[in-house]
């Protein structure tokens, strides 16, 4: 049964900095990899998507990397802004059961930015 | 190109009552899924629906149904409504298989 784990749970760092959040699946067969973001009391916004073929993915101040095989992905965020402050999740979808969208969610990482 | 769209935004309702929940996906695309998230649960999967089949079913009463439209649309249903299940509703919509997963903004479901 796949399994995703966030660290750390909760972030707090002042404006500016550069940071890293992590990402663990415990099957590796995955497809896919994809980070969202979540402000309070909304939906997901899909930030990035990496492909398993794929080691690494930007967009704008942020960067995802993908190791399958140590079941890990990290996404960094380069100066952050206090406009960066939600909740992280990473996804990924059900390796086995044959074909499906459904997605596997890890318990996010709350980031807070400080002016 | 309108994202995914759900309707209504928020919902009362009391224990007992019944409830349908709706959601557009992108134009185009032919997968819905659906999530619940609950502040001590997380996202949990409720059920994915793809050209109008419904593929996979996560681990939830039979209270909760749904079906999807040859346009694509997709509705969810809640009968006997309890507290517990007030939530937030997400659905997700894709192109196909092992694509990207676009959200909708929810629908804030409160049964008082």
Known sequence: KQEVTQIPAALSVPEGENLVLNCSF????????Q????DPG?????LLLIQSSQREQTSGRLNASLDKSSGRSTLYIAASQPGDSATYLCAVPQPYGGAT?????????LLAVQP | KAGVTQT???????????????C????????????????????????EYFSET???????PGRFSGRQFSNSRSEMNVSTLELGDSALYLCASSFTDSDEQFFGPGTRLTVL
């Open chain 1, 26 to 33: 415990t099957d590796s067969a995955i497809y896919n990899l």
């Open chain 1, 35 to 38: 980070w969202f973001r979540q």
């Open chain 1, 42 to 46: 909304k939906g997901l916004t899909s």
């Open chain 1, 101 to 109: 969208n459904k997605l596997i969610f890890g318990t996010g990482t």
């Open chain 2, 8 to 22: 209504p935004r928020y919902l009362i309702k009391t224990r007992g009552q019944q409830v349908t929940l709706s």
């Open chain 2, 24 to 47: 557009s996906p992108i134009s185009g695309h032919r997968s819905v899924s659906w999530y619940q998230q609950t502040p001590g649960q997380g996202l949990q999967f409720l059920f």
């Open chain 2, 54 to 60: 419904q593929r996979n079913k996560g681990n939830f």
